[in-house]
Antibody, heavy 120, light 106 residues
Framework: EVQLVQSGAEVKKPGESLKISCKGS????????IGWVRQMPGKGLEWMGI????????RYSPSFQGQVTFSADKSINTAYLQWSSLNASDSAMYFC?????????????WGQGTMVTVSS | DIQMTQSPSTLSASVGDRVTITCRAS??????LAWYQQKPGKAPKLLIY???TLETGVPSRFSGSGSGTEFTLTISSLQPDDFATYYC????????FGQGTKVEIK
């Protein structure tokens, strides 16, 4: 079964760092991009950007450039989203998803989401 | 950036109704448009891609049409499981989502 499995919910304080993960299975992980999507409470989907695990080529949406970092470890079929210093506005659900067919494509497989709560 | 605008934002309907949601792009995206269904606390689910191609396993009551800047998602006969929020996504240039349309029980 083709799937993406994300790490569990996180509760952090402002200023702390965080790295969440997205592990792919059932397909050749290094042959497909992985995208990240933010959904703030009660709001819509926002495209954060994308990483190619094969060579770690990365593209960020302008709104997220400099705010987060994407990385990947192809030896364990895992992509990561990290923050160096969280603030309350980073509280959201974060999804990883696989674009089928290239850097810009429909998203056929989604992770279950990781809820991030930032609160003092 | 390409902006995607969905209408309406909320739609009240009854089981059995025909429902249509519109998505407009700020510039042409050809047919590079997808539709997703999302239920509370769950990941979005792909329904339609390339404007009108039904994803495997999606009921045939869902259909998509359009090209260029105007697209529609139609549910021919609304079922209880269809009450959810629907998003369009353009993938002609990078990716942008519409703001969502919530389909609620009338």
């Amino acid at each position: 079964e083709v799937q993406l499995v994300q790490s569990g919910a996180e509760v952090k304080k402002p200023g702390e760092s965080l790295k969440i993960s997205c592990k792919g299975s059932g397909y050749t992980f290094t042959s497909y991009w992985i995208g990240w999507v933010r959904q703030m409470p009660g709001k819509g989907l926002e495209w954060m950007g994308i990483i190619y695990p094969g060579d770690s080529d990365t593209r960020y949406s302008p709104s997220f450039q400099g705010q987060v970092t994407f990385s990947a470890d192809k030896s364990i079929n895992t992509a990561y989203l990290q923050w160096s210093s969280l603030n309350a506005s980073d509280s959201a659900m974060y999804f990883c998803a696989r674009p089928l067919g290239g850097i810009a494509a429909h998203l056929d497989i989604w992770g279950q989401g990781t809820m991030v709560t930032v609160s003092s | 950036d390409i902006q995607m605008t969905q209408s309406p934002s909320t739609l009240s309907a009854s089981v059995g109704d025909r429902v249509t949601i519109t998505c407009r792009a700020s510039q042409s995206v050809s047919s590079w448009l997808a539709w997703y269904q999302q239920k509370p606390g769950k990941a979005p689910k792909l329904l339609i891609y390339k404007a009108s191609t039904l994803e495997t396993g999606v009921p045939s009551r869902f259909s998509g049409s359009g090209s260029g800047t105007e697209f529609t998602l139609t549910i021919s006969s609304l079922q209880p499981d269809d009450f959810a929020t629907y998003y369009c996504q353009q993938y002609d240039t990078f990716t942008t989502f519409g703001q969502g349309t919530k389909v609620e029980i009338k």
